[in-house]
């Protein structure tokens, strides 16, 4: 168990929905981190968050957005869903959120998205 | 974009044998991170290296580094068929911007121990 909780673990939905995925950080990491990982485009960074701030932004879709609020937990809102969406998206966290530093990011278990 | 990529992309062994897996990069680093995924499941970190560093040990693992190459390799000795996993290479950039630490991953190699 790595301390990162992702829910839910499974979503089915329609194209054209919105959905939310809900992280919450290992106690005491100040980064949250999102990725996707699909069976064409692999494991894709999305975005990074420290401390509520954004820091670096991967290849995000426009449809898609992020934040982490004041307690540290972390949503990623999917909207306009398409089929192409469907993936197991990560959210994962270190207690710093620079790469300089060696630090450990932890994985949650990922939250798979069904897009029918 | 993917910026390692894993070689071989699936390996079968024996329990009891050793898995070599072999990772590419193609921009300065300044560490390279390897992974394991169970099927479906969550990351989970194996062993970190530094730029500066060219082999590291954590049990059963030996990970290498060759910069001048802009590879790396990870060894499991005496696998189990718990092992049995993909296993991913991820690179941090040598200038990671302004606090910011982004992984790139490759593709990894699915690895299947038989009993």
């Known amino acids: 168990d790595s301390g990162v909780t992702q829910t839910p673990k499974h979503l089915i939905t329609a194209t054209g929905q919105r959905v939310t995925l809900r992280c919450s950080p290992r106690?005491?990491?100040?980064?949250v981190y999102w990725y996707q990982q699909s069976l064409d485009q692999g494991l894709q960074f999305l975005i990074q968050?420290?401390?509520?701030?954004?820091?670096a932004k991967g290849n995000i879709l426009e449809r898609f957005s992020a934040q982490q609020f004041p307690d540290l937990h972390s949503e990623l809102n999917l909207s306009s869903l398409e089929l192409g969406d469907s993936a197991l998206y990560f959210c994962?966290?270190?207690?710093?959120?620079?790469?300089?530093?060696?630090?450990?990011?932890?994985f949650g278990e990922g939250s798979w998205l069904t897009v029918v | 974009s993917q910026q390692g990529e894993e070689d071989p992309q699936a390996l079968s062994i024996q329990e009891g044998e050793n898995a070599t897996m072999n990772c590419s990069y193609k921009?300065?680093?300044?560490?390279l991170q390897w992974y394991r995924q169970n099927s479906g499941r969550g990351l989970v970190h194996l062993i970190l290296?530094?730029?500066?560093?060219r082999e590291k040990h954590s049990g059963r693992l030996r990970v290498t580094l060759d910069t001048s190459k802009k590879s790396s390799s990870l060894l499991i000795t005496a696998s189990r068929a718990a092992d049995t996993a993909s296993y991913f290479c991820?690179?941090?950039?040598?200038?990671?911007?302004?606090?910011?630490?982004?992984?790139?991953f490759g593709k990894g190699t699915k690895l299947s121990v038989i009993p």
């Open positions: 991820a690179t941090v950039p040598y200038y990671s911007g302004a606090g910011s630490y982004q992984l790139t």
């Open positions: 106690s005491g990491d100040l980064s």
């Open positions: 290296i530094r730029s500066n560093e």
């Open positions: 921009t300065s680093i300044n560490n």
């Open positions: 994962a966290s270190s207690v710093d959120g620079t790469g300089g530093t060696g630090n450990t990011i932890y």
């Open positions: 968050y420290y401390n509520g701030e954004e820091r």
